[in-house]
C-alpha cells in the first residue's frame, strides 16, 4: 500500500476540525486507510533542541487501486464527502469562449504507433499555486509515475507553462539524432541521443532510459514553432518548465496502454482543478490522429451502473431501503439516482443507479459499490450473524499425502526447507547438469532480477542452495521439502500443470547413498506402496529402482524410481477390464517413472559450491493418491 505524506495543518484546515492523533487514526480506519504515523512530537522534539525541522506530516497507507488518495487534495476532498461536511466535486469540460474550434489541438503523427502510440492532454486555467500545492502537484506526478505508470514504462506525464509555448502541438517520433534541445535544469542544448550518456550518471532519470534507448525512433512533442515541450517517457524541457508563477498549466500523458493513459490524465487533472480560478473546471484538448479522426481529451464522464438494494442488503446482512443506501453511496463520492416504479415492472425500484466518477476507477462491478455502503455505514456497525449454511473444512486430498510424507522424513530427524519457487534459469538447468529442451519450464515474461526468470521443474535446486547458505552447520545436513514443481502443458486451459513433488538431499563426509534409499523405502512404506523387483510382471502394485542416467547423479550411482499403479476398481466395467487386461497385456505396462535417487555429480556440487560429497531423492507425490 503506498504512503503518502501530508502536512497536517493543511489536512486539517481543509477538513474544517482539528483532530487528535486518536481520532484522526478512528477517521481514517472507517474510510479504509491506516494513519501510518504522525510526526508532530519529532518536530516539537526537534524544535526543542534547536534544530532544523519541517511542519508536523500526517503518514497516511492508502489502497493501492485509489489513485485519488495519492494527493493531500484527494485525500481532503474524500474525507470531507465522507463526512458529509462537502458535497462531492461535479467536474466539467469548459470550452474555449469560440467553441470546439477555437480548442488548442495536438497533431499525433503515425511514426508514434513505433515507439509510444498514445497520448492524452488537459489543461488547466488560471490555477493559483502556493509552495505546498505546488508541491503536492509535483509528488502526485511521481507517485502516479511509479506507480501505475510502472516506472513511466506504461504511463509518464509531463507537465508544461502554457504561457512559455504555443499550439498546434505535435505529438511525433524521430531520429534521436535529430531532436535537439535544451532539456530540464540544463543550459546547453543536446541530441536526443546525447542526452542517453548525459543522464547515464544521473541518479533519477537513468532508471528511465532503457525504455526509448534502443528504440529506432524517439517520441517527442513539439509547439507551432518547433519549440521541444519534451522527450517522453524521459524528461521535460527547459523551457515549457512550470514554476510557482505559472497561470496556465499543459498537461501531456504518453502511454502505451489506454486505460492507465485515461486514469492518470483524469486523476492529475481533476485532484488540481481546484485551485483553478473556477474550481473542477478543466480545458479540453482536440487530438488529431493519423488518419483524420479527432477525439476530445480528458473524457471526463461518468461511468453508469446498476445496482441493487437487495444484494447490498444480503451482503452486508441489512434491511436498508433505496433511499438509505443512496445516502451512503453518495459519502463515497458516487452519484447515485433511484428509480422510479413503472407499473409493468414493481421489481425496478430496487435498482439503483450509480453514476461513477472519473476519480474512482477502482469501481469494476456492483461488488465494489456494495463495499463502499459497507464503507460508509461502518463495518464495525454490521451485524454479527451466523451464516445460514455450515460446513466443515477440511484439507485436499494430495495435501494429506504430502503431509504423511512430510511427518515421516521429519521424525526421521530430517529437516524441511522452504525455498522459493521462483529460480533462474542457469539453477534450474545449467547448474544441475541438465539441458533444457525448451517445452519444460515455464518462463516469466519480465523478471525484476535473475534470480526470479523460471518456474522450478524440481525441487533439488532449492536444497542445493540451502545447503550452499548454511555450509558452516555441522554434518550431517539432512534437508527435505515436499512442495509444488510447475511444467508446461499444452493439454491444460492455462497452458500449465502443478506437480506435487517430494525431495530430500543428504550432506555428509561419505555419499550416503544407502541413507537416501532407505528413506525412500520408510516414505513408501508409509505410503503402504510395498517394493518389487523389476523383473517381477504379477504383483498388481508396488515400487522398485532400476539404473539411471540423469546427467545431475555419478554415472552408475543414479538411479531411477518406477511405480506400478493399482488397477481401476469401482464398477463392473471396470473389473471386467482389469480381467482381460491381465491375461492379454503384461502389468509391468503400466509402470511409471515417478522420480530418480543417487549421488549428485561433483560438477553440480561444485557448480553450488559445495564440497561436500551428497545424495538426492525426488519423485512425483501424486502418483500415489486413489483413484476410483
Known sequence: ?????????????????????????????????????????????????????????????????????????????????????????????????????????????????????????????????????????????????????????????????????????????????????????????????????????????????????????????????????????????????????????????????????????????????????EPYTIEPVKLVFPDGSTRISPDISPLTMTARASYINSCTSLSLSPPAIARLLTRMTLNPALNTVPSSNPGYADEITVAIPCTRPDILHECDVVEDAAVAYGYNSLPDIFPKTSTIAQPLPISRLADVIRREWAMSGWVEALPLILCSHEENFTLMNRSDPGTLAVRIANPKTLEFQVVRTSLLPGLLKTVRENRSHALPIRLFEVSDVVFKDATQERQARNERHAAALWCSKTAGFEVIHGLLDRAMRMLEVPRIASTDHTSERGYYIVEGNDPAYFPGRAADVYFRPPPVRGSRVGHLTNVVNRNLVPLSSRDVKIGTLGVLHPIVLSNFEITYPCSALEFNVEVFLKRS
Not at 484522526?24 to 504515523?37: I, K, P, T
Open 1 to 277: 500500500m503506498p504512503t503518502v505524506p501530508v502536512d497536517k495543518a493543511d489536512l486539517f484546515e481543509k477538513l474544517g476540525k482539528q483532530y487528535t492523533t486518536d481520532e484522526f487514526d478512528r477517521l481514517c480506519f472507517d474510510y479504509g486507510l491506516e494513519l501510518d504515523e504522525d510526526t508532530t512530537e519529532d518536530v516539537e522534539a526537534a524544535i526543542k533542541n534547536g534544530l532544523p525541522a519541517e511542519r508536523p506530516q500526517l503518514k497516511i497507507e492508502v489502497p493501492a487501486n485509489r489513485y485519488d488518495l495519492l494527493c493531500i487534495e484527494g485525500i481532503s476532498r474524500a474525507l470531507g464527502v465522507f463526512l458529509e461536511r462537502q458535497e462531492a466535486p461535479q467536474y466539467r469540460l469548459v470550452y474555449p469562449s469560440g467553441g470546439e474550434s477555437k480548442l488548442i489541438t495536438m497533431n499525433i503523427h503515425p511514426e508514434t504507433q513505433r515507439v509510444r502510440p498514445l497520448i492524452a492532454c488537459a489543461i488547466l486555467r488560471n490555477i493559483r499555486f502556493t509552495p505546498r500545492s505546488y508541491k503536492s502537484f509535483i509528488d502526485l506526478q511521481d507517485k502516479l509515475n511509479q506507480n501505475i505508470g510502472r516506472r513511466r514504462w506504461l504511463v509518464a506525464i509531463g507537465t508544461h507553462d502554457l504561457d512559455a509555448i504555443e499550439g498546434p502541438f505535435r505529438f511525433e517520433a524521430r531520429d534521436p539524432e535529430k531532436i535537439k534541445f535544451k532539456a530540464l535544469g540544463k543550459n546547453v542544448e543536446y541530441t536526443a541521443k546525447e542526452l542517453m550518456t548525459v543522464y547515464e550518471s544521473d541518479k533519477h532519470v537513468s532508471r528511465f532510459l532503457p525504455i526509448i534507448r534502443d528504440a529506432p525512433v524517439y517520441p517527442i512533442i513539439y509547439d507551432s514553432r518547433d519549440r521541444v515541450l519534451s522527450l517522453p517517457p524521459i524528461i521535460n524541457s527547459e523551457h515549457s518548465k512550470i514554476s510557482l508563477n505559472t497561470r496556465n498549466v499543459f498537461i501531456e500523458v504518453t502511454a502505451t496502454d489506454d486505460t492507465k493513459l485515461q486514469i492518470v490524465v483524469n486523476m492529475v487533472a481533476t485532484m488540481f482543478s481546484e485551485y483553478c480560478e
